[in-house]
């Protein structure tokens, strides 16, 4: 018998509605009114795609901040998608972006530096005693550092930096609502001139002295980048003369590393003479481009060096100068490794680059870069100038030359010393720093800033160059000295490190963002897992695209090898 199957009917749905007629472009589209503010501010009839930062400090300082009209209305006047000004924007620290168009922004921002040196001097309580009384109108922010270490605390109001800062003085200068601005006295142009300055570039430039002998001669001295790497001067001159194609000059004034002030210091002081190593390299290289990228804190530097570099290129109009262009940085420490400064310079976010290709193959826009540090390139006129020996003779423990030391701390005297290569770090506080404070004795230092690690007392005899701390996990960098004593905790110290660290890891690669987030979450527990702690570091320093991530670790790994007794043990809950 056969099976009767039922039929069942399909349902009918209704035909979906019609869509509405869009009667506009999709997203947020830039207003008239808001379109001529920027336009109007800008105050530049072309906009270039490597300005895109530069444009963002001029609507950031216009308005304290950065609202969502302001970016839409730059975005259509570069012919770019909002995400991509949004993403710089929100890249750096420096740029204030608000989620709404219509808000207020603070009649001043207060910015106390929480650098490790700042830190032994009270920022925490000074910072305490500023939130009490700030006016409801200024706004109150803690900062990794600003470059003024040997004057903590150091507070920023602003675009004015002030050092030694008390609570008294800062909230008096934010109830006057008048802030004075820092003068700074350098030698001038014509003072440089007199005792002989610009005479190397012009041998250079009259053909008395070839590239080549100049080449040889850095080579002869053995100097070497002074920014933290250390690589040789005359070879990174060599490679890059030698690469096809147009070239370009960067020179990194960015100076982040905590501790660091040096390039400031000198800046200050003798512009000219570092603007004449400047026109050398660029002459021996072939560079007609050049960019200056100046950390954002050093406002005062920057409105001077813009002056002196204006009476340079009077001064010597018709000698076929170099373009120098001025940048700011934005707040990114990642942008002192020379890739992600030409990302910055690009109008990109600061992101390391993969390499090879290096950059003195395909820097800033394809083409061969020299990348130096200020300081590198201040000390090559006087050595084009009057030789060699007067460098080469100095040096101690074997090591041979002349480092610039930041040093601060725990010493009576900080600032900048100008000391032999190899000298110890007991030597160079009793000899150029005055000892050490009142009632404090030497318990650590950090030889090299956040990066380089941390070493006792106990080492305090090592010679302080390139290439000798490494077999005490550590290394010299920037030769930013940091000195603590038994006022303080290396483990404090450690913790606080690790915390700069995940502030400013750029995110780019996962052993580095993921890593210093871990560590530092573990490293605030009452007890250490210390396996998956070393497991940890080691992932960072073998995976991770550039040095901030391959050196984050050092605080950890240095707390571990050399303050062991300051560790939290695991199942203790104390530190033993």
């Known amino acids: 018998m056969s099976r009767v199957i039922p039929v ?56 304290g901040h950065l609202a969502p009209r302001h970016i839409a209305a730059l975005a259509h006047l570069m012919n770019l998608a909002q995400v991509e000004v949004f993403e710089v924007a929100t890249f750096y620290h420096h740029f204030q972006v608000v989620d709404h168009d219509h808000g207020v922004a603070p009649r001043a921002i207060v910015r106390v530096c929480q650098s490790p040196s700042c830190r032994m001097a009270g920022s925490a309580t000074l910072m305490a005693g500023i939130a009490q ?41 934010l109830q006057q609502q008048t802030i004075q601005a820092q003068a700074l006295s350098p030698e001038s142009l014509s003072d440089y001139l007199q005792r002989h300055g610009y005479s190397s570039w012009l041998s250079l430039k009259s053909a008395q002295v070839s590239p080549e002998s100049a080449i040889e001669l850095l080579e002869q001295s053995g100097l070497r980048g002074l920014g933290g790497a250390g690589f040789p001067a005359g070879r990174k001159w060599r490679i890059v003369r030698n690469q096809p194609g147009q070239h370009w000059l960067a020179v990194n004034i960015d100076e982040g590393e905590p501790g660091t002030f040096k390039d400031r210091t000198y800046l200050e002081q003798h512009p000219h003479q570092f603007l004449e190593g400047v026109l050398i390299a660029a002459e021996v290289v072939q560079a007609q481009q050049v960019i200056l990228y100046l950390r954002d804190e050093y406002h005062a530097l ?9 009476a340079l290129q009077h001064h010597w109009r018709g000698h076929s100068l170099p373009n120098i262009e001025l940048r700011r940085g934005a707040g990114a420490y990642v942008c002192g490794e020379e890739s992600a400064m030409l990302e910055s310079i690009e109008g990109k976010r600061g992101v390391p680059r993969q390499r090879p290709p ?21 000390w090559v006129p006087k050595l084009l100038r009057e030789g060699t020996d007067w460098f080469t003779r100095a040096g101690r423990h074997g090591r041979q030359g002349l480092r610039s030391f930041s040093v601060s701390g725990r010493v009576a005297k900080p600032g900048v010393a100008l000391a032999p290569a190899g000298i110890t770090l007991r030597e160079l506080v009793d000899e150029y720093c005055g000892g050490m404070q009142t009632g404090h004795t030497l318990y650590g230092y950090l030889p090299g800033g956040a990066s380089g690690g941390m070493l006792p007392a106990a080492l305090a005899d090592i010679p302080l160059d390139f290439d000798t701390l490494q077999e005490h996990g550590c290394f010299i960098g920037s030769a930013a000295v940091v000195v603590f004593s038994q006022m303080d905790s290396a483990l404090d110290i450690a913790r606080h490190l690790m915390n700069f660290f995940v502030h400013e890891s750029c995110g780019q690669c996962t052993p580095c963002r993921s890593g210093t987030e871990k560590a530092s979450q573990l490293m605030q527990q009452n007890h250490w897992n210390i396996p998956l702690l070393q497991d940890l570091s080691q992932v960072m320093r073998d995976a991770s695209i550039c040095g901030l991530g391959q050196a984050a670790p050092n605080p950890l790994d240095c707390l571990l090898r050399h303050f062991p007794h300051e560790v939290p043990k695991a199942g203790t809950g104390e530190v033993a």
């Open 8 to 63: 069942v009917p399909i349902p009918q749905h209704p035909a979906p509605p019609t869509p509405p007629v869009r009667q506009g472009p999709k997203g947020r589209q830039p207003d008239a009114l808001a379109l001529a503010h920027v336009q109007a501010i800008l105050n530049t009839p072309v906009l270039r795609r490597d300005h895109l930062i530069e444009y963002l400090h001029k609507l950031n300082d216009h308005h």
């Open 133 to 173: 009384a700030l006016p409801t109108d200024c706004r109150l922010e803690a900062v990794p550092c600003i470059g003024r270490c040997e004057q903590a605390p150091a507070v920023a109001i602003g675009q004015h930096e002030m050092g030694h800062a008390q609570c008294e003085t800062v909230l008096s200068v």
């Open 302 to 310: 920057r409105h001077r060096l813009t002056q002196e570099i204006a």
């Open 358 to 378: 290096y950059v003195a193959q395909q820097g800033l826009f394809g083409h061969p870069t020299l990348v130096h540090n200020a300081e590198t390139l201040y």
